[in-house]
């Protein structure tokens, strides 16, 4: 604060600045230590409630996500007593990680000169957007088939301000924060709720590819296709399908193959691809199709008992 502040009032970048706490400023993390106390992967990985509060890191996926809701980013107060000296000044309060609305504009301020209870300026009050995102480690998603017994918790987080922007269900995300506590009392209970504050959020996946996207790289009629289907998450791979290898089988039939196919295809080259087993004798076109799905694939082999093993690899 004080560098930027010294910045600030030898190049005169802010007038009126008389003093460093009238900037704010947000650091935001980019990384934090390796060790296993600042990773966490579950909800109850958080460090118990008496521990010092520290910055953690969690890596995952987005599963759910609220709709983006309002909260006071600032507000301004006054003093309204006529005759004091602190009439003319503004007193600023912030929002800080970790603490919550009413912190930010309870009226219980007072004013510093003649302790008057201060007045709030409601015009200057400064709202953004939060939101609340539930996310799991990336490998709870590749193993849930094979382990069907398993649950896995997720680490609640949330999300203010301009880092909302382009976090997205299905999202693989890297997030630092504060741990933030909320007492939660009802008529017999109390409950302490436990959720991640973000201090900064980097985007390290994408389990989606948006329109505009995939027209950089994919060929025109594929794109005018993905276009037109748009209306349905669902249609663009069935329209895929209908016309996939029509050189070799007609289009329309093996439908549910030809889908199988290109679900194949497209997990090639993802650590867990998905395999496919057909049974058919060679007499059907089921061999060609086969055949023609390999071609597309980047590295392939075929193996008969008419013929030698041969393969590609390009
Ligand atoms: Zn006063």
């Not at 590749?142 to 680490?155: E, F, V």
């Not at 609640?156 to 880092?163: H, K, Q, Y």
């Not at 008529?187 to 989606?208: I, Q």
């Not at 995939?214 to 748009?230: E, N, Q, R």
Request: hydrophobic share 35%; net charge neutral; with cysteine.
């Amino acid at each position: 604060q004080n560098i930027c502040f010294t910045a600030a009032t030898t190049l005169d970048w802010i007038p009126g600045l008389s003093s460093p706490s009238q900037l704010l400023l947000e650091l935001r993390l980019s990384s934090l230590p390796t060790s296993p106390g600042y990773s966490i992967t579950r909800q109850s990985d958080f460090p118990p409630l008496s521990s010092e509060p520290r910055f953690l890191s969690v890596t995952g996926v987005v599963l759910s996500a609220t709709l983006p809701s309002e909260y006071t980013q600032s507000a301004c107060f006054h003093c309204p007593v006529e005759g004091c000296s602190g009439r003319g000044s503004h007193y600023v309060r912030l929002h800080v990680a970790g603490s919550s609305e009413a912190a930010t504009v309870r009226p219980s301020v007072h004013c510093h000169i003649c302790s008057s209870p201060l007045t709030e300026d409601l015009s200057l009050r400064t709202i953004a957007h939060k939101m609340v995102v539930n996310v799991v480690p990336s490998h709870s998603l590749r193993n849930s088939l094979s382990t069907p017994s398993h649950r896995h918790q997720a680490t609640p987080i949330i999300i203010r301000g301009e880092l909302c922007e382009g976090v997205r269900v299905g999202g693989e995300y890297s997030v630092i924060g504060v741990p933030v506590h909320t007492l939660n009392e009802s008529s017999s209970r109390a409950f302490v709720y436990t959720r991640l504050e973000a201090n900064n959020v980097f985007h390290v996946g994408r389990a989606s590819i948006s329109v505009d996207e995939a027209k950089a790289v994919l060929p025109a009629p594929v794109t005018d296709i993905l276009s037109a289907c748009s209306y349905s998450p669902w249609a663009f791979s069935a329209t895929l399908a209908y016309s996939f290898a029509a050189e070799v089988v007609p289009p329309g039939a093996y439908h549910r193959l030809k889908l199988a196919l290109l679900l194949s295809l497209a997990s090639s080259s993802t650590p867990s691809p998905l395999h496919l087993l057909t049974v058919a004798t060679d007499t059907t076109p089921l061999p060609a199709l086969l055949l023609y799905g390999s071609s597309l694939a980047s590295r392939s082999t075929q193996l008969s008992s008419t013929s030698d093993l041969w393969g590609s690899n390009r």
